[in-house]
């Protein structure tokens, strides 16, 4: 089955700076590749995915990059804002083999002021 | 989108007992699943939740420990049976609402502790 794997675990940034955090993963048949933020207490927000025909997708200060030939997929945060620190997870499907999601391990980021 | 409540919020509950938890969204929604997050870890899909007919579970569930019901295409329960301490999680319902387009939506979770 697919294994998603996430870094880094924990990441501290100043307000303003950017905040990069990285997935791989192993099924080359995975097409779809969402992320979430999950703030505490609260369940995972859908912020941005992408799907395997494109390369990059940007909404305001949230990017997130494909490349398909390695495997991996990246989320960009810029301008980052105290609001930002969350956990955030990445996660991958192949929508051939049904709706689950297979989820990274998340990451902590933390932005300080 | 969707707008989707869980009930209870969360709860503490006795070992030996069980809880059934309710999730609710407001529109008719394709696919709704069941997902447990243990204190500090990752999403496991549960189970998907199948109207009208026995859900299908993932690897390692079974269901005689979390039997879920989907009576119609907007509400969904899981229960959580003969509990004990190791059970303790947040319990998330998601929904896929339109099929060709994936976008999985969470409810806010349930937290159980079991003492």
């Known amino acids: 089955g697919e294994n998603v794997e996430q870094h880094p675990s924990t990441l501290s940034v100043q307000e303003g700076d950017s905040a990069v955090i990285k997935c791989t993963y192993s099924?080359?048949?995975?097409?779809?590749f969402p992320w979430y933020k999950q703030e505490l207490g609260k369940g995972p927000q859908l912020i941005i995915d992408i799907r395997s025909n494109v390369g990059e997708k940007k909404d305001q200060r949230i990017a997130v990059t494909l490349n398909k030939t390695a495997k991996h997929f990246s989320l960009h945060i810029t301008e980052t804002q105290p609001e930002d620190s969350a956990v955030y997870f990445c996660?991958?499907?192949?929508?051939?083999?049904?709706?689950?999601?297979?989820f990274g391990k998340g990451t902590s980021l933390l932005v300080t002021p | 989108s969707a707008v989707i409540s869980q009930k209870p919020s969360r709860d503490i509950c006795q070992r030996g007992t069980s809880l059934t938890i309710q999730c609710q969204v407001d529109?008719?929604?394709?696919?709704m699943f069941w997902y447990r997050q243990q204190p500090g870890q990752s999403l496991t899909l549960i189970a998907t939740?199948?109207?009208?007919?026995?859900?299908?579970?993932e690897s390692g569930f079974v269901i005689d420990k979390f039997p879920i019901s989907r009576p119609n295409l907007t509400f969904s329960t899981l229960t959580v049976s003969n509990m004990s301490p190791e059970d303790s999680s947040i319990y998330l319902c998601?929904?896929?609402?339109?099929?060709?387009?994936?976008?999985?939506?969470f409810g806010p979770g349930t937290r159980l502790t079991v003492l």
């Open positions: 996660a991958a499907k192949n929508s051939n083999s049904g709706y689950a999601l297979n």
């Open positions: 529109s008719q929604v394709t696919m």
């Open positions: 939740a199948n109207q009208g007919s026995e859900a299908t579970y």
């Open positions: 099924d080359s048949a995975s097409n779809y």
């Open positions: 998601s929904v896929v609402v339109r099929a060709k387009y994936n976008e999985q939506f």
